[in-house]
């Protein structure tokens, strides 16, 4: 998947999920579509011409990740979510 991409939104209900894990600066396993596999903090959601992205901090540094490019997060208190676009 390309980051120019048409960008597909997700599933309210992981989205939902996503800012919980920003809310409580949880550390999450992220595994991205491309095959990517990081454990990072989430950080905050935020949004970048029509794009929603997470920004993730890993050893000190920020990174924003485009949601559609999330396979897949997990921690202890919410399990493992496997990201579903919407329609």
């Known amino acids: ?29 992220l595994e991205l579509r491309d095959g990517e596999v990081l454990e990072a903090k989430a950080v905050d959601l935020l949004q970048k011409k029509r794009v929603e992205y997470l920004t993730i901090e890993q050893n000190g ?20 979510v496997v990201v579903s676009l919407s329609d």
């Open 1 to 29: 998947m390309l980051m120019n991409d048409e960008y597909q939104p997700i599933n309210c209900d992981d989205y939902d999920n996503l800012e919980l894990a920003c809310q409580h600066k949880l550390t999450l396993k």
């Open 61 to 80: 540094t920020q990174r924003d990740v485009r949601l559609d490019h999330i396979s897949s997060f997990s921690h202890p208190e919410i399990g493992t």
